[in-house]
Nanobody, 121 residues
Framework: QVQLVESGGGLVQAGGSLRLSCVAS????????MGWYRQPPGKQRELVAE????????NYADSVKGRFTISRDNAKNTVYLQMNSLKAEDTGVYYC??????????????WGQGTQVTVSS
């Protein structure tokens, strides 16, 4: 079955950096769009960043543009989220997501268990 395993979360001071990783198995990774979502405390899950199957196209939430970078290594079945200049409002559980297909319109059908990111101010 499909498994998405995130790692790299933790506690960091405001202004610091973290790099999240997500290793995928049970799917043909190179054919899937991939994304990172987050759920702040008491709020709904929101899209942070997403990347096309070939890694050429990316989309970011306005709140993270210029600070976060999504990338992928199709040879390693891994997607990354480099987070710089972290703010307290970046705190939340971060989830890796795999698309149902290679197009954005198909949506996301597979989710990891999440990794906690806490930014202290």
């Amino acid at each position: 079955q499909v498994q998405l395993v995130e790692s790299g979360g933790g506690l960091v001071q405001a202004g610091g950096s973290l790099r999240l990783s997500c290793v995928a198995s049970g799917l043909i990774f190179r054919f899937k769009v991939m994304g990172w979502y987050r759920q702040p405390p008491g709020k709904q899950r929101e899209l942070v960043a997403e990347i096309s199957s070939g890694g050429v196209s990316t989309n970011y939430a306005d709140s993270v543009k210029g600070r976060f970078t999504i990338s992928r290594d199709n040879a390693k079945n891994t997607v990354y989220l480099q987070m710089n200049s972290l703010k307290a409002e970046d705190t939340g559980v971060y989830y890796c997501a795999a698309g149902r297909g290679s197009n954005w319109s198909a949506g996301y059908g597979y989710w990891g268990q999440g990794t906690q990111v806490t930014v202290s101010s």
